[in-house]
């Protein structure tokens, strides 16, 4: 019997662990935006700008860059291999 007990509290005791971790994940978070780059910011948030976003990330060293929809914020973009030349001029 103690032996039992013992089994069935290790067992709640990593249950319970378990769905710590589980809730302790952030939550992912969707954006609406352009994509620009950081030189122009939220200038470059139109379609317009799409060949000179380009340009200025290949050959000027500036990064890619999120403008909200919205309130115009300009969010850094940490993945840079993640953002698709499709996407660049596009909300």
Known sequence: MKKKFVLVTLGAVVFLILSAFAAAKPEGKTWTGWISDSGCGAKGAKAEHKGCAITCVK?????????????????????????????????
């Open 59 to 91: 050959q000027k060293g500036a990064k890619y860059v999120l403008v909200d929809s919205k309130t115009q914020a300009v969010v850094a973009i940490n993945n840079q291999d993640a953002v698709k030349e499709d996407n660049v001029g596009m909300e």
